[in-house]
């Protein structure tokens, strides 16, 4: 059964570093998506992305963050400059070309320690 | 602005038994989709059901079933036969074509042998 892979599963980073979370999504879905959840907490939206551009972004998604497509497989989650509140779940998530309207399929999530 | 509201933060449930989760929503729009997601200790986001709004039948997925009342923006989970491996988080989640999904804040959802 098709899935979305996330690497990697846990990253531990220092303050003021920058990540890179990759995900794999499922190869014929066409929108993409990044989520966080802090511990605890519940799911919240970050951003969107279909044909190569953000859809819409959470006010959370700002300019430290950054997503791309690089090579038409991964989508990756650019954070700049890791702050400790960036400690968290992420997770990626894809759906079918029906895009909002259908289901979107997460990743394991990477954890993410900001030390 | 559209929300999702689970108020109930903890519940339990004896083996065999059968549990409702609540979850209300608020929305304008008259087209979406609405779905219950289980997170186990593990935090993957795993779906159990989904309910297109345009569908009056409730959906059913094996012991997992809802309750959608669209006119009270109600879309409860019943989970029937309950079972040690359903213990895990339950979060209710929404969309409206907007390329986002919101989530309630979870129930957690314990199961006693």
């Known amino acids: 059964e098709p899935e979305v892979t996330q690497t990697p599963s846990h990253q531990v980073t220092q303050m003021g570093q920058e990540v890179i979370l990759r995900c794999v999504p499922i190869s014929n879905h066409l929108y993409f998506y990044w989520y966080r959840q802090i511990l605890g907490q519940k799911v919240e939206f970050l951003v969107s992305?279909?044909?190569?551009?953000?859809?819409?972004k959470s006010e959370i998604f700002d300019d430290q963050f950054s997503v791309e497509r690089p090579d038409g497989s991964n989508f990756t989650l650019k954070i700049r400059s890791t702050k400790l509140e960036d400690s968290a779940m992420y997770f990626c998530a894809s759906s079918e070309p029906q895009g909002g309207l259908g289901e979107a399929f997460f990743g394991q999530g990477t954890r993410l320690t900001v030390v | 602005a559209q929300t999702v509201t689970q108020s109930q933060p903890e519940m339990s449930v004896q083996e065999a038994e059968t549990v409702t989760l609540s979850c209300t929503y608020d929305?304008?729009?008259?087209?979406?989709?609405l779905f219950w997601y289980k997170q186990p200790p593990s935090r993957q986001m795993i779906l159990v059901i989904r309910q297109e709004a345009y569908k009056q039948q409730n959906a059913t997925e094996n012991r997992f079933s809802v309750n959608f009342q669209k006119a009270a923006k109600s879309f409860s989970l019943k989970i029937s036969d309950s079972q040690l491996g359903d213990t895990a988080m339950y979060f209710c989640?929404?969309?409206?074509?907007?390329?986002?999904?919101?989530f309630g804040t979870g129930t957690r959802l314990k199961v006693l042998a």
């Open positions: 989640a929404f969309t409206a074509g907007t390329y986002k999904y919101i």
């Open positions: 929305t304008s729009e008259n087209n979406y989709y």
């Open positions: 992305f279909y044909n190569n551009e953000i859809s819409e």
